[in-house]
């Protein structure tokens, strides 16, 4: 065998060749995990009450007023099969020292490979299971990751933040110097993803600050501290440690951080001239009252296309946007997003966008809604019980002494099927209780199903206020055993169970503007109660289009309107995108009545199947043609 053959043998011998499987030439499928079709948590329970509630429907049917349905759900149904934590996940988010660990941990290592997006998604994350002290450290952590971007203000109030929860101020300097290198990068933009999908509403005008640069030329001097001997390095590190506390609390003192500062200073409009007895609604417009139609809004004068109809605050909102992503960077409070978000300090599921959004929820609602747990259930459940919740909010957002105070008035509400005729010259306030009160409920033409439903769910809202300590100083202590209802409680009970019904027929989306594939959309994050809005009827073929500035809801009209017509508004359908036999089924499914627009009296067809008119119109060398013919 000749040499250079014992050379290729020898190298053959030694690597032998990889054998591979052919290439069947088609791309690998990943499969997508599907959705759980199931019950929800809360179906399963009303599922559970049936077994209880099938003896007495006819006792249940007989009742002539809605207390007496709630007060027989009660009797009838027992305490543990109505308790929210059997309604809860089988895991619980809690806050935990070793996942936040992890994830700082994972967030550094993003960070040393330049992968900044993750690197401020694992503290993110991070944030919401840590507590105490631990939230100092993650903080401070996060804080010497955006001095290193153009998230100036951010970055301080996180060293603010991290101060003030108990992290050392030497601890905090090694976080700093961890994320702090001479040559590394400085003025990153981060999120600019996040930042372009919701550029209607986030201020992408950075505010740089004389502090951040201050304290970065500190750690970039620590660089030469380093090279000193022990004891003059220790000297020296002290005193550029306290260089930087001081530069933090002069910033702090210059501005308290306390306020939003990554939003969009947005105006929403003010109506030059308001209607005097309904200051949310122009001077165009007038509410009428008619046996067909109720309680309706017609034009008192032509209105052009554009104009302002509507400006309306609503008196209770819910964030529960159709992606639960959102929850994680959309304040719990005012609904808006934030890159780096404040997290709730008992629990794991909410955030803030900043210390006046949490002081504000924890002050009302939220400190409630905490110990329920409401917003680990609520990402378990569908989008009809979206407005239930609501029903909810619109209780926990009012102390009790409120509801006490008001006994009479709500008194006076609960109940009512149709709207009481209230006098014509009092004045329709929206943050009133009284004008959400006497919204419509079609309590006695309701189906016995959805009767049965709103009742066994008015129990269930009052177990969980009951566990989330709203009763506290005003109803005592019950023993083991005891089902005996509290006036207070009865109370709360039939305005729970009037206001699931008043939610049912009155509530509309909160949307925000977004940006996907060069696009905008409106997508909802919410649902909200406006009590001038639900004023104005449907129609398939609306005159008029809502939108969300904020939480506030406006309303302008999409077409000239005539003097004499009516306002109208879509309230989920319209015909360019469902047919009439999805129309009629949406509108007496969850409005219980039939439209008689005209695109349902006439038929109209879907928008694609739409005759294009297009054709008809001359372009410029057919209208040439014919002026010089003519």
């Known amino acids: 065998?000749?040499?250079?053959?014992?050379?290729?043998?020898?190298?053959?011998?030694?690597?032998?060749?990889?054998?591979?499987?052919?290439?069947?030439?088609?791309?690998?499928?990943?499969?997508?995990?599907?959705?759980?079709?199931?019950?929800t948590p809360m179906q399963r329970q009303l599922e559970e009450t049936n077994d209880f509630m099938k003896y007495k429907i006819n006792e249940f049917e007989n009742c002539m007023t809605g207390i007496d349905r709630v007060l027989l759900v009660y009797k009838t149904i027992p305490d543990e099969a109505t308790t929210i934590d059997r309604l809860w996940p089988t895991e619980l988010m809690n806050k935990d020292s070793r996942l936040r660990r992890e994830l700082?941990?994972?967030?550094?290592?993003?960070?040393?490979?330049?992968?900044?997006?993750?690197?401020?998604?694992?503290?993110?994350?991070?944030?919401?299971?840590?507590?105490?002290?631990?939230?100092?450290?993650?903080?401070?952590?996060?804080?010497?990751?955006?001095l290193h971007t153009k998230e100036h203000l951010l970055a301080l109030r996180d060293l603010s933040l991290a101060l003030e929860y108990g992290c050392l101020e030497n601890e905090l300097l090694d976080f700093l110097l961890d994320h702090h290198k001479l040559g590394n990068p400085v003025d990153i933009v981060v999120g600019r993803k996040l930042e372009m999908r919701y550029v209607s509403t986030y201020n992408q005008d950075k505010k740089r600050s004389d502090w951040v640069e201050k304290i970065r030329k500190v750690l970039d001097e620590f660089e030469g501290i380093r090279k000193m001997n022990s004891a003059e390095s220790k000297q020296a590190k002290a005193n550029k440690l306290q260089e930087i506390i001081t530069y933090v609390r002069m910033a702090t003192d210059e501005d308290p951080f306390e306020k939003n500062f990554e939003a969009k200073l947005i105006e929403v409009p003010k109506l030059e001239n308001p209607n005097f007895l309904y200051p949310s609604l122009?001077?165009?417009?007038?509410?009428?009252?008619?046996?067909?139609?109720?309680?309706?809004?017609?034009?008192?004068?032509?209105?052009?296309?554009?104009?302002i109809i509507a400006i309306n605050n609503p008196i209770c909102t819910l964030l529960c946007p159709e992606k639960l992503n959102k929850l994680q960077n959309h304040c719990l409070n005012c609904h808006l997003f934030t890159k780096a978000p404040i997290p709730c300090e008992t629990c794991c599921a909410v955030v803030f966008c900043s210390k006046e959004c949490r002081r504000l929820a924890c002050q009302s609602y939220h400190k409630y809604e905490c110990d329920m747990r409401l917003y680990e259930l609520i990402p378990l459940e569908g989008k009809e019980m979206f407005g239930y919740f609501l029903a909810l909010r619109a209780v926990t957002q009012r102390p009790l002494k409120y509801f006490l105070d008001h006994k009479e008035m709500f008194e006076v509400f609960i109940d009512l099927d149709e709207p009481l005729n209230t006098a014509k010259d009092m004045i329709y306030m929206d943050d009133d209780y009284k004008?959400?009160?006497?919204?419509?409920?079609?309590?006695?033409?309701?189906p016995e199903c959805l009767t049965l439903?709103?009742?066994?769910?008015?129990?269930?809202?009052?177990?969980?206020?009951?566990?989330?300590?709203?009763?506290?100083?005003?109803?005592?202590?019950?023993?083991?055993?005891?089902?005996?209802?509290?006036?207070?409680?009865?109370?709360?009970?039939?305005?729970?169970?009037?206001?699931?019904?008043?939610?049912?027929?009155?509530?509309?989306?909160?949307?925000?503007?977004?940006?996907?594939?060069?696009?905008?959309?409106?997508?909802?994050?919410?649902?909200?109660?406006?009590?001038?809005?639900?004023?104005?009827?449907?129609?398939?073929?609306?005159?008029?289009?809502?939108?969300?500035?904020?939480?506030?809801?406006?309303?302008?009209?999409?077409?000239?309107?005539?003097?004499?017509?009516?306002?109208?508004?879509?309230?989920?359908?319209?015909?360019?995108?469902?047919?009439?036999?999805?129309?009629?089924?949406?509108?007496?499914?969850?409005?219980?009545?039939?439209?008689?627009?005209?695109?349902?009296?006439?038929?109209?067809?879907?928008?694609?199947?739409?005759?294009?008119?297009?054709?008809r119109i001359p372009n410029f060398e057919q209208e040439r043609c014919f002026v010089i013919r003519h």
């Not at 165009?284 to 008192?300: L, P, Q, W």
């Not at 809502?546 to 309107?561: A, D, G, P, Q, Y």
Request: proline share 4%; aromatic share 10%.
């Open 1 to 39: 065998m000749p040499h250079k053959d014992m050379k290729d043998f020898i190298k053959d011998f030694f690597n032998p060749p990889k054998f591979t499987k052919p290439s069947t030439g088609k791309k690998k499928v990943v499969k997508k995990k599907k959705k759980k079709n199931g019950p």
């Open 104 to 146: 700082s941990t994972k967030g550094k290592e993003h960070f040393n490979i330049g992968e900044y997006d993750e690197t401020l998604d694992s503290y993110n994350e991070a944030i919401l299971f840590s507590s105490g002290k631990g939230l100092g450290h993650t903080l401070a952590r996060r804080a010497a990751f955006l």
């Open 282 to 307: 122009s001077e165009a417009v007038d509410v009428c009252h008619s046996a067909e139609r109720g309680r309706h809004v017609v034009a008192n004068r032509d209105i052009a296309v554009g104009e």
């Open 435 to 446: 004008t959400m009160m006497n919204l419509i409920t079609h309590i006695n033409d309701m």
């Open 453 to 615: 439903k709103n009742a066994v769910i008015s129990v269930f809202f009052l177990r969980f206020l009951q566990h989330g300590k709203y009763f506290k100083h005003y109803v005592p202590e019950k023993r083991k055993g005891d089902r005996s209802l509290h006036p207070t409680e009865k109370l709360i009970l039939q305005i729970l169970h009037h206001l699931i019904a008043v939610q049912c027929f009155n509530s509309q989306q909160v949307t925000e503007l977004a940006v996907e594939k060069s696009t905008y959309k409106w997508e909802s994050i919410g649902a909200a109660i406006n009590t001038s809005i639900a004023l104005i009827n449907h129609s398939c073929d609306p005159n008029t289009f809502r939108f969300n500035m904020n939480k506030t809801c406006v309303l302008i009209s999409s077409k000239h309107i005539k003097k004499g017509e009516e306002i109208t508004v879509s309230y989920s359908v319209d015909f360019k995108s469902f047919t009439l036999q999805q129309r009629e089924y949406q509108m007496l499914k969850y409005y219980m009545f039939q439209c008689e627009c005209r695109a349902c009296v006439e038929k109209w067809p879907l928008r694609d199947a739409l005759p294009d008119e297009l054709a």
